[in-house]
């Protein structure tokens, strides 16, 4: 209704009414908007009914719709912006960088290094008497008994695990790694240690006198590689036995006062090799499909630092997992993948030490 059709005293209390209390000057008309003289009310009922936004001094953002209106305020707030940030939102955690180690990780490694197991055995290449041998073995189980605590594997009964384990050996690897690192697999050794050594003796009148020297050769049990190789040697030592003690003294002292760096330089040439994670050998039994295969392979890797396919074929696929994770942590990672996959049915064969033999269920 315009102005000049208003009755008289309407028009005058209107005149008086803005006389009295003047509005705040408007910012302006916006597009598709009444007239200046139109009420907020009404201006609001527009911006809703056009779903576009209108301009002016005051400002809402709200995180409950995309966009942003915007309307003259009418009201004693100072028309500032507020920002609502939208919740909800994903965020790419980047995964740990080679070599660079999380808090987390740090502190599974550290505690792994500190709990390395051991198997001692000799060279049986080297033609050392079986009687010195077992001298030998003995006393560096001995340290590792006494010292740190250790379970071990005796001479004896390694002796005995040699033949009792002959056919499950062979099921189970076809020859493919040796037989000592497979015992030492088999017994949960991170290190399986081999002493090869020589032993001199001699005698003047009553007294025998005798001296050692050899090696420590350390070997990584998952992958059966060479750590690394310590030389030892002993003082000469005198008996008044035989020639024989005299020996056995030799090798005896000689190991134990060897095994200290052994233990030292092990978990040095251990954490050397784990920048990418403790390995884990999967293989998988019955895998008619490759791309089932894929699937799993792709789903386990969101769950460790790597995964690589060493082999495929419809009755096995071989899997190099690495990780910073217990042995049970990846069978648990390993069903969870698998259920990804449709392989909900896949189950643990056996396992022995970092190597897990699975069968999909199909």
């Known amino acids: 209704m315009k102005l000049n059709a208003l009755p008289l ?40 009914v056009q779903g576009g936004a209108t301009t002016g001094t005051g400002t809402s953002s709200g995180s409950g719709g995309s966009g942003t209106s915007t309307g003259t305020g009418t009201g004693t707030g100072s028309g500032g912006t507020a920002t609502v940030p939208a919740t909800g939102a994903a965020v790419d955690v980047p995964p740990p960088l080679p070599g660079v180690l999380t808090a987390e990780e740090e502190a599974f490694l550290n505690n792994y290094l500190s709990r390395l197991n051991y198997m001692v055995y000799f060279d049986e290449a080297a033609g050392i008497e079986p009687a ?27 002796e005995r695990i040699k033949k009792d384990q002959m056919a499950a050996y062979q099921a189970e690897t076809g020859g493919s790694i ?23 003796a001699s005698t003047n009148g009553s007294r025998h006198y005798a001296s050692a020297r050899g090696s420590m050769k350390l070997y990584d049990t998952s992958t059966g590689q060479l750590l690394g190789s310590i030389p030892f040697q002993s003082p000469e030592v005198m008996s008044t036995a035989s020639q024989d003690a005299a020996k056995t003294s030799a ?50 890797a969101r769950k460790v630092r790597e995964v690589l396919q060493d082999s495929y074929s419809s009755a096995e696929t071989k899997l190099l997992v690495y990780t910073f994770k217990s042995r049970d942590q990846v069978e648990d990672y390993l069903y969870d ?9 896949l189950y643990l064969v056996f396992s022995r030490g970092k190597a897990l033999t699975f069968n999909s269920g199909l």
């Open 251 to 300: 090798i005896a002292t000689s190991v134990w006062n060897a095994m200290p760096k052994m233990v030292d330089q092990s978990k040095a040439l251990v954490k050397g090799t784990l920048s990418r994670g403790i390995r884990y050998e999967i293989i998988i039994q019955v895998t008619p499909d490759s791309r089932v295969i894929s699937t799993l392979r792709r789903s386990l």
């Open 337 to 345: 993948a698998a259920a990804a996959a449709g392989l909900k049915d």
């Open 132 to 158: 010195i041998a077992k001298v030998a073995v003995s006393q560096a189980n001995r340290y590792l008994l006494e010292k740190l605590g250790l379970s071990v594997v005796d001479f004896d009964q390694m």
């Open 178 to 200: 040796d037989l000592i690192q497979y015992i030492a697999q088999k017994f949960n050794a991170d290190v399986y240690v081999e002493l090869s050594f020589t032993a001199s």
């Open 9 to 48: 005293a309407a028009a005058l209390v209107l005149a008086v009414s803005c006389v009295s209390s003047p509005d705040p000057a408007p910012a302006g008309p916006a597009a598709g908007t009444p007239a200046s003289g139109s009420s907020a009310y009404e201006d609001r009922a527009v911006a809703l």
